[in-house]
């Protein structure tokens, strides 16, 4: 058993590297990416600011940008893009050097070494040695803090023999040679680090930690409300098979499979929330707003909080109800007409006993087993419902995330989403274990 | 001499008479048939075109022109001696022409899915009346015709979905199951990839990045969609080649194309065909679901989502809320009731019970 765990978790790394390598390829490669967006909203801004800065920046990079190369080649460090694709992926992984910290230094002619003012009354100097650059610190030793490297469009042979090429008028159009100057460090997913959000400004886990939170809350009592509704609802079904009260919570069962739960909230906000029938429910949101909120008593708050989650917690039950509910009745049948049963019959137990203690035991295993898709569709569930009810948890953030292509929080939603449903699929393996006792793993 | 052989009732005729003695599943069965094939000539009756034109003697057929793909669908206005710039009003002509010799019958329901406010007489959110039957939407355009429309789109977009998903799923997952080995491996790898993969969410990213047509939609859901009928017929597949027949088979020199067509995938189609009703529900709800969000069809394609999404963002438009809901969930309904009937006939289950 203890085996078979570790070599599931193992096995777990592989299929996370390549669920996460195929998203980060997509959005990579993927035009109108971040880069491209904040490039029009800059050209934007300068063309309704009366197209003067167009004019100016002189050696824009002819592909219809009026950015300066020097800003553009900044934008692309800020988001990576300036690296192969490959390096930016183990960079996000945390497995390759990222650099941080950048700054700006510019060699003259003439210029061999360069003194750079790193902060805090540090000194960097930098050494020009032919096309490679050279970081020392103030004692004269090698740096293992800094990097630096020429940011130039021309060849490593013209950086080498700058200064005789420039003495002799070529190179018009290059003053000085410009060089980066950054730290570097692992940090990526691996050590915890998903990166700072472009649209929120925050690290994404921060920006993760409270919508999480909702998620979860929403769909624990999603999923509990579902559990304690559908099991004894399949087990009166199947215990009275083929009777009315069968045939009508059947007819309820199949048209909350015709709907999704999304949609049947949707109704719902319709009738209750104030449009053109009733106005009983909030129209969405966790709580009343702020300002009411701060005001109000421990007491109130848990009733304002229940009147604003009723609704979206009963589109979230609608959602699973349908499906726990069958399979509850189907399998409670499927065991009833198995041979111990008629053994715990003719034994002379009571029809209770074995109803309960033989029969339902052992029916509640496929319910079982569907734990880890349940843990799963708290996040994926989630989504539409939270749209709907306009409620700021995780789901939400992701679909906006897509839209604002604020790509830290696309991946870092995928690598909790992923991971989630790795974790769910082992957990949903254990619990068939746990209740079914002929399951062993090997 | 009695020659003649009785034929003992072949076993898909025996599930047929079956399927046919539920009535829930067959009635669903006919309906939907029947309205998905009428659906096909909608243009005929939900359309602002007439069906026919008697002008000065001539005849035309400007609504039949929707549904044969080769005719021009344009007619003007000034071929009518209608004084409007651009297309043909036939609305509009039926009322100026009550006293004149010209003639022409509109279709049952006169409005089309895309005439929006910026054709003629339409209006904005107008609530259900006797004119607009659903009332109409943001831009003006008449509900009932757009959610005609989707109808078939729905249909077609969940009924070619899940035949290509079965023809992928079907051919990789017996390879897998049948031939096993590194093939095997490696999509049992992919696999397991692709179900850690929140798959609408890559769907949704896809989408936002090349804005689909029907054709491409359809592609991108197959990509991620295709695996999970792959993993079920890789066991059916593995699980019959272990039995005595493909032995048999096998070892009377068969071919593997042979084995593969003849004899193991009748076996192991069952549970399959019994679960395509229930693909095509989930067909349907997908394309809902990625409309609704913006990522589905590019508009101006009529949509369930869409409308929906229309009347969600405007809470008092109840009319937009409640149609789509309702369209969907009878289409889903009857689809359940043909996939219950079907799983019936093809795969009962007689539950014994002792008291």
């Not at chain 1, 190179?171 to 730290?183: F, H, N, R, V």
């Not at chain 1, 719902?268 to 702020?290: A, C, E, I, K, T």
């Not at chain 2, 025996?14 to 009428?38: A, H």
């Amino acid at each position: 058993m203890f085996n078979y765990v570790i070599r599931r978790l193992l096995l777990m790394i592989p299929t996370f590297l390549g669920a996460t390598l195929l998203v980060f390829i997509i959005l990579q490669m993927a035009p109108g990416g971040p880069l491209e967006k904040t490039i029009q909203q800059i050209q934007m801004g300068s063309s309704q600011g009366g197209g003067e800065g167009g004019a100016t920046s002189n050696g824009s990079s002819g592909a219809g940008t009026l950015l300066p190369k020097r800003a553009l080649k900044e934008l692309e460090r800020f988001y990576g893009f300036d690296k192969p694709i490959w390096q930016r992926y183990l960079i996000w992984l945390g497995v390759w050097k990222r650099e941080i910290k950048h700054r700006n230094l510019a060699f003259k002619i003439g210029d061999i070494e360069v003194k750079k003012n790193m902060g805090k009354r540090r000194y960097a100097y930098v050494r020009k040695n032919g096309a490679k650059l050279e970081v020392y610190d103030k004692e004269g030793n090698i740096s293992k803090l800094w990097t630096a490297r020429f940011d130039m469009d021309i060849s490593d042979e013209e950086i080498t023999n700058f200064d005789e090429l420039k003495n002799n008028g070529e190179l018009s159009d290059i003053s000085k040679l410009e060089a980066t100057i950054y730290e570097t460090e692992y940090s990526g997913v691996l050590t915890g680090n998903l990166g700072k959000s472009y649209t929120y400004q925050q690290p994404v886990i921060e920006v993760m930690k409270p919508r999480f939170k909702v998620s979860i809350l929403l769909g624990l009592s999603g999923w509990l409300i579902a559990y304690l509704v559908c099991i004894p609802l399949g087990i009166k079904k199947a215990l009275s098979h083929g009777s009315t009260f069968d045939l009508i919570s059947s007819a309820v069962v199949f048209m909350a499979y015709s709907i999704p739960g999304w949609a049947f909230g949707g109704v719902l906000l319709v009738l209750f929330g104030g449009g053109s029938f009733w106005d009983v429910f909030p129209l969405g949101g966790l709580h009343s707003p702020q300002e009411i909120w701060v005001n109000l008593s421990f007491f109130e708050k848990v009733l304002d909080q229940l009147h604003h989650v009723i609704l979206p917690i009963i589109a979230w039950t609608i959602g699973s109800f349908a499906t726990l509910t069958v399979l509850m009745k189907n399998s409670l049948l499927d065991n009833l007409s198995q041979d111990y049963i008629r053994t715990a019959f003719a034994k002379g137990l009571s029809e209770k006993r074995v109803i309960w203690v033989h029969a339902v035991r052992n029916s509640v295993i496929p319910i079982a087993s569907g734990i880890g898709y349940i843990i799963a569709t708290i996040i994926a569930g989630s989504y539409f419902i939270e749209m709907i009810f306009n409620i700021n948890g995780f789901g939400k953030m992701g679909f906006q995330a897509i839209l604002d292509r604020d790509y830290p929080i696309t991946m870092g939603f995928l690598v909790i989403a992923v991971i989630i449903r790795l974790i769910a699929n082992l957990l949903s393996d254990l619990a068939l274990a746990a209740v079914d006792p002929r399951i062993r793993f090997k | 001499m009695n020659n003649q052989i009785i034929k003992s009732e072949s076993i898909n005729h025996k599930r047929w008479r079956k399927f046919k003695s539920l009535k829930r599943g067959y009635y669903s069965f006919i309906l939907i048939t029947t309205l998905y094939i009428l659906s096909l000539f909608l243009p005929l009756f939900i359309n602002s075109k007439a069906l026919v034109v008697q002008y000065e003697g001539e005849y035309y057929f400007p609504a039949f022109s929707e549904v044969i793909p080769w005719v021009s669908t344009y007619y003007d206005g000034e071929l009518f001696g209608q004084d409007i710039p651009g297309a043909a009003n036939f609305r509009l002509l039926q009322k100026s022409w009550e006293d004149s010799d010209n003639w022409l019958i509109m279709p049952l329901y006169p409005y089309n899915p895309f005439e929006d406010i910026t054709n003629n007489e339409n209006r904005m959110y107008e609530p259900p009346s006797s004119t607009h039957w659903l009332g109409t939407d943001n831009t003006g355009r008449d509900v009932l015709a757009r959610m005609c429309y989707a109808f078939n789109i729905s249909i077609s977009f969940a009924f070619i979905l899940t035949i290509l998903n079965y023809i992928i799923g079907i051919s990789i997952g017996g390879a897998m199951g049948y031939f096993g080995g590194k093939f095997d491996l490696f999509f049992q790898r992919l696999i397991e990839v692709w179900s850690s993969l929140p798959l609408l969410f890559v769907v949704i990213i896809i989408s936002s990045i090349i804005k689909p047509s029907f054709t491409l939609l359809i592609f991108i859901y197959t990509m991620v969609n295709w695996i999970f009928l792959t993993y079920y017929m890789r066991a059916e597949f593995y699980r019959e080649k272990s039995k005595d027949y493909v032995s048999a088979a096998i070892s009377m020199g068969q071919s593997h194309t042979k084995i593969i067509f003849k004899h193991i995938l009748p076996n192991s189609l069952i549970p399959v065909i019994t679960y395509f009703p229930f693909s095509i529900v989930g067909g349907i709800l997908v394309l809902v679901s990625l409309d609704f969000l913006g990522f589905g069809l590019a508009p101006p394609t009529p949509s369930w989502g869409q409308i929906l999404y229309v009347g969600l963002s405007n809470i008092t438009k109840w009319w937009m809320v409640f149609s789509p809901i309702m369209a969907q969930f009878f289409t889903l309904l009857c689809i359940v009731f043909i996939g219950e009937g079907l799983r019936e006939a093809f795969d009962p289950k007689i539950y014994s019970r002792l008291r």
